[in-house]
């Protein structure tokens, strides 16, 4: 975990997992590293949130795997989040409490499936399009964390890979333009503000 800058009620946090991803960023805003997966990106965000003043909203920013042609290569609002590695059904069964269930968030926008598991297999990714378009590794962690101190938050992707056969590989050549996409698209939404 590393926080760069202040955080301020008067501005939002960007919220990222690597450096990678944040390499383009101008530096304006306050900028949280939480490290890959859902225990580092929950730990991290809750820590901040915990610590000092509440930013005016959470902004995830990220790269996501597509689980579905004619996604790649573009940035994408998420509208719901949802846990891919957690068993809800079989956990409400065994202790009768609902866990885990998908988060909304307050745009029209695709489905987003988190799970500590780099996906690249195309077994796995067709099995994960049934109820998701993109695949991450933080954003339902982000989502509950936001949520529970009263945060607005929104979380914003750019598709790296076809989360298949050597995502892996892709995710490595392309994360310098991901990086740029999404400095890019936070420059235009902050002029649109």
């Given at each position: 975990?590393?926080?760069?800058?202040?955080?301020?009620?008067?501005?939002?946090?960007?919220?990222?997992?690597?450096?990678?991803?944040?390499?383009?960023?101008?530096?304006?805003?306050?900028?949280?590293?939480?490290?890959?997966?859902k225990v580092n990106a929950a730990a991290a965000l809750a820590t901040v949130l915990a610590g000092g003043p509440h930013p005016s909203e959470v902004l995830n920013l990220g790269t996501a795997g597509a689980l579905r042609p004619g996604l790649a290569g573009r940035t994408h609002l998420i509208g719901t989040v949802r846990q891919h590695d957690l068993d809800g059904r079989l956990l409400a069964?065994?202790?009768?409490?609902?866990?885990?269930?998908?988060?909304?968030?307050?745009?029209?926008?695709?489905?987003?499936?988190?799970g500590d598991l780099f996906v690249s297999d195309p077994v796995a990714r067709d099995r994960l399009a049934v109820d998701a378009d993109l695949v991450d590794m933080e954003g339902y962690a982000l989502v509950a964390v936001a949520q529970r101190a009263?945060?607005?938050?929104?979380?914003?992707?750019?598709?790296?890979?076809?989360a298949g056969e050597g995502a892996g590989k892709v995710w490595r050549e392309s994360v310098d333009d991901c990086a740029k996409a999404l400095a890019q698209w936070l420059a235009e939404d902050l002029a649109g503000s």
């Open positions: 975990m590393k926080l760069i800058g202040d955080v301020t009620p008067e501005r939002p946090l960007l919220v990222l997992a690597l450096a990678e991803e944040a390499a383009h960023l101008d530096g304006s805003l306050p900028v949280l590293l939480t490290g890959m997966g069964k065994v202790t009768g409490e609902v866990t885990g269930e998908p988060l909304t968030l307050p745009v029209d926008g695709l489905t987003l499936a988190t009263g945060v607005p938050v929104r979380l914003v992707k750019h598709v790296s890979d076809e």
